[in-house]
């Protein structure tokens, strides 16, 4: 018998969209966890900034849509922010996660989805974020530090680089003999796990205030 109480269905599940650059790990865990209903997700769209990245592999082996808008096919900034914002809107996502995407969305992104675009990055934020601090420029940066902690951040994104108010952290230790690429190994799966949690936390949240996400 159904009551005022019971939770009802989630109507369809939710949409995502998701930018990336490179290999695509990120975003081999968000396609896994939406396989294997972890979320209640699908990935609408894989947009990539680059024509040669695997990550498209992956996504167009999953039947997943691609689109590729790389800055050097445009004039400037602005022309390349607006074909990428066009690309999205048309998506529909109901959630926009940088995964890996060496770039920025423009401010008509940010605005047209507020509260609803998020980046994760390789290190704990506030600290090793900016420009240019991205991938192996990270780890590097960490290790010549001294720092005895790195991690990962998942945070909301805004008009700058690294800087939307953070969502969920964790971290892991820096040890001896660490090289960048032993770290960004050892952190790879605790990022994805991170990215993958909070994906399912924002989404749930979603669904609770609104039947139509």
Do not use: W
Request: charged letters at 15%.
């Amino acid at each position: 018998m159904n009551n005022a109480n019971t939770p009802t269905a989630n109507p369809r599940p939710a949409r995502l969209a998701v930018a990336i650059s490179g290999n695509g790990t990120l975003l081999q865990a968000l396609m896994d966890a939406c396989a294997a209903k972890i979320l209640d997700a699908e990935i609408a769209l894989v947009l990539s900034t680059n024509h040669h990245a695997y990550g498209l592999t992956r996504a167009r082996n999953a039947g997943i849509a691609t689109v590729v808008v790389p800055k050097n096919d445009f004039p400037d900034a602005v022309a390349c922010a607006q074909a990428r914002h066009e690309a999205l809107v048309a998506a529909k996502p109901d959630l926009i996660v940088l995964a890996g995407f060496l770039g920025m969305l423009g401010p008509q992104t940010v605005a047209a989805f507020p509260r609803r675009v998020i980046n994760t990055h390789p290190a704990l934020l506030p600290a090793f974020g900016g420009k240019g601090m991205f991938g192996r420029h990270v780890h590097e940066a960490v290790i010549a530090s001294g720092a005895k902690q790195t991690g990962c951040t998942v945070h909301l994104v805004d008009e700058h680089y690294d800087n939307g108010e953070i969502l969920a952290q964790a971290a892991i230790s820096v040890l001896p003999g660490d090289t960048p690429e032993i770290l960004a190994a050892r952190l790879s799966p605790v990022e994805s796990a991170l990215l993958v949690k909070t994906v399912g936390q924002i989404l749930n949240l979603q669904i609770s205030k609104s039947p139509n996400v």
